[in-house]
């Protein structure tokens, strides 16, 4: 089974400056996505960003990129020029390609980041 | 909106009551999934199905049951609701051709005092 982990619960970054949240996970496949989700005080579940495990460029988002490091199985999220709007629980999650029975998400413990003004 | 909605979106009940959670899409989608979110364990998958009448368990199913007689429905069901079960409730859809994962109904707050 994979698993997700993400080791920092809470995360502080002032307006503008640049944050990194980390995330590893453990699996014995080798054709999978990851993804990072943002769940803002609304609850509502946004996806950030995705990765696709055989491709070896980063994915960015805007002001979002990830560092993809599949041989250290690391996906880590990087904010740059930070927004209050980005104030959220950012999850991490993992999704092997299923066949009849579908793809499922398994998430991380999920990192609490705070925007400071 | 992407066509997901969860009812009702808060509910509180009492320790030993069925209670059912309601998911539906209109997205035609053949995958959805239950899951439920508390601190420290992120999303953790309940139930989940493939199709109609098609369901399997997820990591924490123990205490729930689910139902889908139609595409566009995903019943959740606590057979008899434990103080352990208060969580937030998250269902969600997918298509196997859709691979930016799940899209995420705005979920429901379950308190079961």
């Known amino acids: 089974a994979q698993t997700v982990t993400q080791s920092q619960p809470e995360m502080s970054v002032q307006e503008a400056e640049t944050v990194t949240l980390s995330c590893t996970y453990d699996?014995?496949?080798?054709?999978?996505?990851l993804f990072w989700y943002k769940q803002p005080p609304s609850r509502q579940m946004i996806l950030v960003i995705r990765?696709?495990?055989?491709?070896?460029q980063n994915a960015t988002e805007n002001r979002f990129s990830v560092n993809f490091q599949k041989a250290a199985k690391s996906f880590s999220l990087k904010i740059s020029d930070s927004q209050l709007g980005d104030t959220a629980m950012y999850f991490c999650?993992?999704?092997?390609?299923?066949?009849?029975?579908?793809?499922?998400?398994?998430f991380g413990e999920g990192t609490q980041l705070t925007v400071n003004p | 909106d992407a066509g997901i909605t969860q009812s009702p979106r808060h509910k509180v009940t009492e320790t030993g009551t069925p209670v059912t959670l309601r998911c539906h899409q209109t997205?035609?989608?053949?995958?959805m999934y239950w899951y439920r979110q508390d601190p420290g364990h992120g999303l953790r998958l309940i139930h989940y199905?493939?199709?109609?009448?098609?369901?399997d368990k997820g990591e924490v199913s123990d205490g729930y049951s689910v139902s889908r007689s139609k595409t566009e429905d995903f019943l959740l069901t606590l057979e008899s609701a434990t103080s352990s079960q208060t969580s937030v409730y998250f269902c969600?859809?997918?298509?196997?051709?859709?691979?930016?994962?799940?899209?995420f109904g705005s979920g429901t707050r379950l308190t079961v005092v």
């Open positions: 969600a859809i997918s298509s196997i051709r859709d691979r930016r994962g799940y899209t």
């Open positions: 699996t014995s496949e080798n054709n999978y996505y």
């Open positions: 990765q696709e495990a055989y491709k070896q």
């Open positions: 999650a993992f999704m092997k390609p299923g066949g009849t029975s579908g793809s499922r998400l398994t």
């Open positions: 997205e035609n989608h053949r995958y």
């Open positions: 199905s493939y199709g109609v009448k098609d369901t």
